[in-house]
């Protein structure tokens, strides 16, 4: 189920990637669209791709730009909220109990959001580096991305000299060589970690100078 409450979104961990795949959310809707094959995609949920913990996981790097929280359950202890960028601890480890479920995601009502993948193929596609952009509704940025790290990864610093200011050339320029310094890619039999770390780059500056030209047109997040 997807529904709204006060000024979020709740989605079940249940629901799947084709589901995804219409959602008005745009780095969400593109990150399932890119997720494996129909077939996949109709049976491939949002909860599996979370406590995969995959650094290559599309759906969890749109949602770690939008700053979403996920919802853990245990029948003994209750549920508990916790930001999905602290779930994620190391390669496959997470702040998932053992007697814990993910049972919902939270996310902000309307954030304008961006994404992009580069992968070798167009379906059943693992990403070699993949980067989501949101200005969210409080006017923070997030900045994610995917086979940068050794879990899908947020990058504090751009955030931080991205919020709150205009999206101008100079400094989308200064964002991307921020980015480069904050991600940890590796080399491994998809790509090399110097290619990721410049593709990297290459992802914010597309990404925040189409959110800029956004803001030219006045496009909503479609």
Request: aromatic share 6%.
């Amino acid at each position: 189920t997807m529904e709204r409450e006060d000024g979020s979104w709740l989605l079940g961990a249940g629901v799947t990637f084709a589901q995804l795949g219409r959602t008005h959310f745009r780095a969400l809707r593109e990150a399932a669209l890119s997720v494996g094959g129909p077939a996949i995609r109709n049976v491939g949920t949002i909860g599996g791709n979370i406590v995969t913990a995959s650094p290559a996981g599309d759906g969890c790097v749109a949602l770690l730009a939008m700053k979403a929280d996920v919802e853990l359950t245990s029948q003994a202890r209750g549920s508990r909220w916790l930001p999905l960028a602290d779930f994620f601890i190391e390669y496959r480890k997470t702040a998932l109990a053992d007697d814990e479920l993910v049972t919902r995601i939270r996310l902000p009502h309307n954030p304008n959001t961006r994404w992009y993948k580069i992968g070798k193929r167009g379906a059943v596609n693992i990403s070699i580096v993949c980067a989501a952009i949101a200005r969210n509704p409080d006017g923070r940025f997030g900045v994610a991305f995917g086979c940068a790290g050794p879990v899908p990864m947020t990058a504090p610093k751009t955030e931080s000299l991205l919020t709150g200011e205009t999206l101008t050339p100079e400094l989308i320029e200064q964002v991307a060589e921020m980015v480069a310094t904050e991600v940890s890619p590796i080399d491994d039999h998809r790509s090399s970690a110097e290619y990721r770390r410049a593709m990297c780059k290459t992802l914010t500056r597309r990404l925040l100078t189409d959110l800029a030209s956004a803001d030219g047109r006045g496009d909503a997040d479609v």
